[in-house]
């Protein structure tokens, strides 16, 4: 019996016939993502849900998708699905990551123009008769800084067009290389320096706790007098309030937002303001990109239904069912791995080493890696995934590196995860106790023994009595639940480190006040996914 398929969204009708011609039964019923009533009427009887963003994919949804195998979003952002819901009941939920990048990059550079031209009210006023020559003094692009947040694929398309403007470009991107920012032909600075110099800063970060609010008040006033900001990326990125007032200070000369905090944008503090230029979230919105996503999408949900091959899966790593069963909780670890390494750096990273010891050693280590290194990439991009990771780290110039070897210690099995930077370097090793737990078993060389919690706050000190106490008092002065800790060291009064896990995310605010007991070398919160 043929799969089944459901486009409850608007694809185009090649999209639809990829999906015939492979031998799918598909039913095009694109107005029926916005009745979820009746969506979740019909869903118990598809193999596959191919969707944009008008249709709603809830855990209350999913309850009577009862057959469902894939869900295939046309195009990167997949804020309509809940993936944990998904990922319980074993439905794969696959994006297309690449399909709208120039699309995108080609809509800040618009903006860009629209801001430095002020083209939107020109227009305005000449249609109204006005014909105000004088009034609408522009400058040139040529020769002028940009500064670029995030020179990742979207990123890294601007600063490519930017250049043949003859523009001057600095880019600010933790991940981002000398090597691989030299071949971009981009100049690499801190946030600071990039606010400071940039007559133009455009955005292309995704929207994470790291991201929220980047350009702050604070960072805004860095910003040179005058200068304009381009926002085509996520809202949320800028302070929206902040950027409004700042523009009638005429500290900030204009501004172009294609993203808002919050969407649908029926008011904001930036509408109506002069030179500020605002689209209806249309980054993506051309016939081109429209049709690659969509032939993108038909075409990696009929692989899978078709052959089990799985291509830019957020929820599943690119593993066989049998490989699936052993080497799970292995998959795991390596996210976990490179997680703790991607929370605790925020410097550009050269190189990825990886080293598999005894029983791992045998994996499918292409899973392994790709795993890791997406849990070191997803600190910056949330969205990152087992399949574009790899992609992503080559992009920015980070060489991978694996080894494997013979049984060595006391356990079966093992994995050391080092990552290198121009700075240091900082490695962590787990393995995968006969619970089918992933634990920590040594972090920066000391030995620990450490489950992995949803909530962890990490901590590196000299090995002094008290510190245990401090931090004891500081988590229950400020209510922070410590449910355990786990600690270790290298050697009496030489560095020590603790583990702690907490009921809930350790705020700004206490961490503050642990560093200002001047105890702390190092304090850092970190979040797993131990669902």
């Known amino acids: 019996m043929a799969p089944k398929v459901l486009v409850s969204d608007k694809l185009s009708d090649t999209a639809v016939q990829i999906f015939r011609d492979r031998g799918i039964d598909v039913d095009f019923m694109p107005d029926l993502g916005k009745d979820k009533d009746k969506l979740a009427e019909v869903i118990g009887d598809y193999d596959g849900l191919a969707i944009r963003s008008a249709t709603k994919v809830t855990a209350k949804l999913l309850e009577n998708a009862t057959n469902l195998k894939v869900i295939g979003r046309a195009g990167i952002g997949t804020d309509n699905v809940d993936k944990e819901a998904a990922s319980k009941k074993g439905i794969i939920v696959m994006n297309t990551p690449y399909g709208n990048m120039i699309t995108t990059a080609e809509h800040a550079i618009a903006m860009m123009f629209s801001v430095a031209r002020q083209i939107p009210e020109a227009s305005a006023s000449t249609q109204a008769g006005k014909w105000e020559k004088s009034k609408f003094m522009g400058v040139e692009l040529t020769g002028k800084t940009l500064g670029v947040i995030g020179a990742g694929n979207i990123g890294g398309i601007v600063c490519d067009r930017a250049r043949g403007l003859k523009m001057k470009v600095v880019a600010y991107d933790p991940f981002l290389s000398q090597e691989k920012a030299d071949k971009m032909g981009v100049e690499k600075a801190e946030l600071d320096e990039l606010l400071k110099r940039a007559d133009f800063v455009t955005l292309h970060v995704p929207l994470t706790d790291q991201t929220r609010n980047i350009l702050s008040r604070e960072n805004m006033e860095k910003m040179k007098k005058g200068a304009r900001v381009i926002n085509c990326a996520r809202g949320g990125l800028v302070d929206e ?291």
């Open 241 to 531: 309030e902040a950027l409004a007032d700042l523009i009638k200070s005429g500290h900030i000369g204009a501004a172009a937002f294609d993203v808002f905090t919050v969407e649908p944008a029926t008011e904001n503090p930036l509408f109506g303001l002069p030179n500020v230029v605002c689209t209806p979230h249309l980054g993506a919105a051309t016939t081109e990109a429209q049709e690659n996503v969509a032939l993108q999408v038909a075409e990696q949900m009929s692989d899978y239904l078709l052959t089990g091959a799985v291509s830019n899966a957020l929820n599943m790593p690119s593993v066989t069912a049998e490989e699936a069963k052993v080497m799970g909780p292995w998959i795991k670890l390596s996210d976990h791995l490179g997680g703790f390494i991607g929370q605790m750096t925020d410097e550009p990273i050269k190189a990825i080493n990886i080293l598999y010891d005894g029983v791992v050693a045998d994996m499918n280590l292409e899973a392994l890696t790709c795993s890791a290194v997406a849990g070191i990439m997803k600190s910056v991009n949330p969205e990152v995934n087992m399949v574009s990771a790899p992609l992503m780290a080559k992009e920015k110039g980070v060489k991978i590196s694996t080894t494997r070897q013979d049984k060595s210690g006391a356990f079966e099995g093992y994995i050391k995860l080092t990552v290198v930077t121009d700075k240091r370097e900082r490695s962590i090793g787990g393995t995968v106790f006969s619970d089918g737990k992933p634990r920590f078993i040594q972090i920066k060389g000391i030995n620990i023994d450490a489950e992995i919690g949803a909530h962890m706050l990490y901590t590196t000190n000299k090995d002094e009595p008290g510190i245990i106490g401090t931090l004891g008092n500081t988590m229950g002065e400020n209510g922070v639940n410590i449910a355990n800790f786990t600690l270790g060291r290298s050697a009496a009064g030489g560095e020590a480190i603790a583990l702690l896990y907490v009921d809930a995310p350790v705020g700004k605010d206490v961490i503050a006040k642990l560093h200002e007991t001047g105890k702390f070398q190092q304090i850092a919160p970190l979040q797993f996914d131990v669902a």
